[in-house]
């Protein structure tokens, strides 16, 4: 997949507001089609062969072509494949939501219960983190596609620019990210560090699959324990570089502790002289007339979990504040998604 090299104007979007109940009822079917369909890999096989035939993919991945067919069909009305007979190939709007497909596993996969149950969870009735929950899976899977898609290639743009012997990143996952960078780098050494177990041991198994076994460590830590409780991982401090993406925001939760977290992160990791966090940030009120993909729904998730969201500009005062110098703000294929490349002042 090639890359698309971001611009802000990109951010305004070409989705006309106000949005008539047409546009409305049918995006929302339409993106719960293609999410299906990129689960059942059809949009994968068209990218490989360029066309499919329906009946033989069904009868190869044991699927019902009832309603296999039922979801062409709804892809085909919505303008993104075109069947002859039965062979379906993707038109020009289904070959680009490729590069976009993680948002809809992110939204529609990860969210769809979270977005079901607002009216329940203003009323008090559900409670993010009690009764109600995301799909962790599919969140992780959304972010991993959009990763590979829209921001890969802008952090290897900027970590080629950096010196470093141990790199460490914060909020991990399976390391698959800190693990890719360090065999790029002969002679490094890295530390991915996630809350869950889980992908802690998925870690093992990438670390394993890039041949870095004793070289990249994939820890279970809670990041908020290093932080404010003391917990040490070996090495941790040792770091040149430390990065997180996606996760500063869960960071800044607490309004007792959002001050200290930036001066926390210094003291955490003395040595480092640079600082890669990248996040999504509020859309400004510039008043355009069209919406981005994904920003909407990234507001509206984070507010119905109860987890604040921020402006670029509150994000560097954040910076400032904590004792770290904006040394780029990189923008970072989602819309009004930022790099922050950060040293200490």
Known sequence: MTPVHTSTEQWQGQAPTPLNPDTAFNGFICAHVLHALERLGLFQRLQDDGSVGIAAFC???DLDPAVVRALVSGAESFGYLHARGDRVEATRS??????????????VGGYHDIFANAASVARGDRRFGVDLH??????????????????RHLLDQE?????????????????????????ARPGSRGIGIDISKSATELGAETVERYGLRGTVDPVCADVLDILFNDHRVEGADQA???MSFMFLHDLLVDP??????????????PKANTFLLGDTTVRPGNGHNTLPIFSSGFELAHALMGVPVYTREQYEELFDKGGMRLRNAVPFGAP??????LEAA
């Open 94 to 107: 289904g070959a680009d939501v490729r590069q976009a497909i993680g948002f809809f596993t992110w939204g």
């Open 134 to 151: 995301r799909d962790e899976g599919m969140v992780a899977l959304g972010s991993a596609q959009a990763d590979s898609a829209l921001m």
């Open 336 to 341: 009004h998604t930022y790099l922050f490349v």
């Open 256 to 269: 007792q502790r959002r001050d200290q977290v930036i001066p926390r992160l210094r003291a955490a990791f």
């Open 159 to 183: 970590i080629g620019r950096l010196d470093f012997t141990t790199l460490v990143d914060l909020g991990a996952g399976v390391s698959e990210r800190v693990s890719r960078l360090v065999k």
């Open 59 to 61: 009868r190869e991945n």
């Open 240 to 242: 040149d570089v430390v």
